[in-house]
């Protein structure tokens, strides 16, 4: 286990469902992410709470809402989705350090088993 | 733009052999390269970390090699064994810039 949990597994929604995913972490770390997986494609990083900042993918679209409460949990709430959006939804976390620290702003991702989405 | 190219065919090796997988980039300045590794359905797990200044990193079976002249990673995995078997990615972080870019990934066959 990488200390990234992710609730639910699998979901099958229908394009007029609001639904949320979830992810804790417990790891201590002080940035999340959201990324989504389709076949053939490669991660896109769709949100990012880092140092309690929200930084987002323009491309994303308004269906796709992020909630960070606190460091250790983020949500995905979902609307009106469509069939292009089944994907697999992977939660990152990491230790982030302050932007002109050496060697880097941020290391290792650690990510959960994901959410395999499919939108009907 | 920027981009990173990893090889989206398959490779095939016998076991015992040594397995090397490239990550090309172009219009990047990384402070550092990371590999992950994909099982299906599964999270990427982070496997090795070499930064702009090191040649060379090992750990155990794994050997990573950055050339930032080349603008080109090596992935090496000797005495491959069926269990390497999965989907290998890599990713960058740009210099100045706090998020990673991840390349399609290379899935990694690996035969008795």
């Known amino acids: 286990e990488t200390g990234v949990t992710q609730t639910p597994r699998h979901l099958v929604m229908g394009m007029t469902n609001k639904k949320s995913l979830k992810c804790e972490q417990h790891?201590?770390?002080?940035?999340m992410y959201w990324y989504k997986q389709s076949a053939k494609k490669p991660l896109e990083l769709m949100f990012v709470?880092?140092?309690?900042?929200?930084?987002e993918n323009n491309s994303v679209p308004s269906r796709f809402s992020p909630e960070c409460p606190n460091s250790s949990h983020l949500f995905l709430h979902l609307h009106t989705l469509q069939p292009e959006d089944s994907a697999l939804y992977l939660c990152?976390?990491?230790?982030?350090?302050?932007?002109?620290?050496?060697?880097?702003?941020?290391?290792?991702?650690?990510f959960g088993p994901g959410t395999r989405l499919l939108v009907l | 733009s920027q981009k990173i190219e990893q090889n989206s065919e398959a490779l095939n090796i016998q076991e015992g052999k040594t397995a090397t997988l490239t990550c090309n980039y172009t219009?990047?300045?990384?402070?550092?390269l990371q590999w992950y590794r994909q099982d299906p359905g599964r999270g990427p797990v982070f496997l090795l970390l070499?930064?702009?200044?090191?040649k060379e990193k090992r750990k155990e079976r794994l050997k990573v090699t950055f050339d930032t002249t080349l603008k080109q990673s090596l992935f090496h995995i000797t005495a491959s064994q069926p269990a390497d078997s999965a989907t290998y990615l890599c990713?960058?972080?740009?210099?100045?810039?706090?998020?990673?870019?991840f390349g399609k990934g290379t899935m990694l066959l690996v035969s008795p």
């Open positions: 990713a960058l972080e740009a210099t100045g810039y706090s998020t990673l870019t």
């Open positions: 709470y880092s140092l309690e900042e929200r930084v």
């Open positions: 219009n990047y300045s990384p402070a550092y």
């Open positions: 790891l201590g770390h002080n940035a």
């Open positions: 990152a976390s990491s230790q982030e350090k302050p932007s002109g620290t050496s060697g880097g702003s941020q290391e290792t991702q650690y």
């Open positions: 070499i930064r702009e200044n090191e």
